[in-house]
């Protein structure tokens, strides 16, 4: 199985500060087909897990600019610009690759 | 609006037996690949089980082959998770959720949780 390992698991940030998670995983994502399958989802206190991000640095429908994700093979960051209270919930990166799907074991981003 | 709606989760003791059930609706069901992922107590994820749109193709996390099975029905828009001899470290929220592509799951519902204990 591919291991999801992420750093730093909890992050306390001053809004409008940048934020920065790292996601690394024990297999190379990018498929043969050119495509690299990292995810990154963020759950928020009380609800679901969403898709923030998905094939690395494309943003899911709504998702601010101030997110970007960047990477390749096995190495993955996720960055916010400028943090914002809204932006409070435990951030996962999940390759999709192969079954079993696997996720990273999640950050805790905070807000100072 | 897209929903998916999770049931059937409770108390079970060790050894026993749940099914799980997910309708779904507000998206092309019967052309979605269809996920079970479990959240267990200390927030870590896990994927459980998936299946293709026909059923032809699916796959199960190691520790729940032979015990879990996935099955849906298209036409009732739903996906199952039969859950059998379960144990104590099944004890998780179970979610129903749409795979849209390699992973990109980009509907949840909210979740039903199992707990296994005596």
């Known amino acids: 199985d591919i291991v999801m390992t992420q750093t730093p698991l909890s992050l306390s940030v001053t809004p409008g500060q940048p934020a920065s998670i790292s996601c690394k995983s024990t297999?190379?994502?990018?498929?043969?087909?050119?495509?690299?399958?990292l995810h990154w989802y963020v759950q928020k206190s009380g609800q679901s897990p969403q898709l923030l991000m998905y094939e690395v640095s494309s943003r899911s429908s709504g998702v601010p600019d101030r997110f970007s994700g960047s990477g390749s093979g096995t190495d993955f960051t996720l960055k916010i610009s400028r943090v914002e209270a809204e932006d409070v919930g435990v951030y996962y990166c999940m390759q999709g690759i192969q079954f079993p799907q696997t996720f990273g074991q999640g950050t805790n981003l905070e807000i100072k | 609006e897209v929903q998916l709606v999770e049931s059937g989760g409770g108390l079970v003791q060790p050894g026993g037996s749940l099914r799980l059930s997910c309708a779904a609706s507000g998206f092309a069901f019967s052309t979605s690949w269809m996920t079970w992922v479990r959240q267990f107590p200390g927030k870590t994820l896990e994927w459980v089980a998936e299946m293709n749109p026909d059923g032809t193709r699916i796959g199960y996390l190691d520790s729940v082959k032979g015990r879990f099975t996935i099955s849906r029905d298209n036409a009732k828009n739903s996906v199952y998770l039969q859950m059998k001899n379960l144990r104590a470290e099944d004890t998780a929220m179970y979610y129903c959720a749409r795979d849209l592509s390699w992973g990109r799951t980009d509907y949840w519902g909210q979740g039903t949780l199992v707990t296994v204990s005596t």
């Open positions: 297999q190379s994502l990018l498929h043969s087909g050119g495509k690299t399958y």
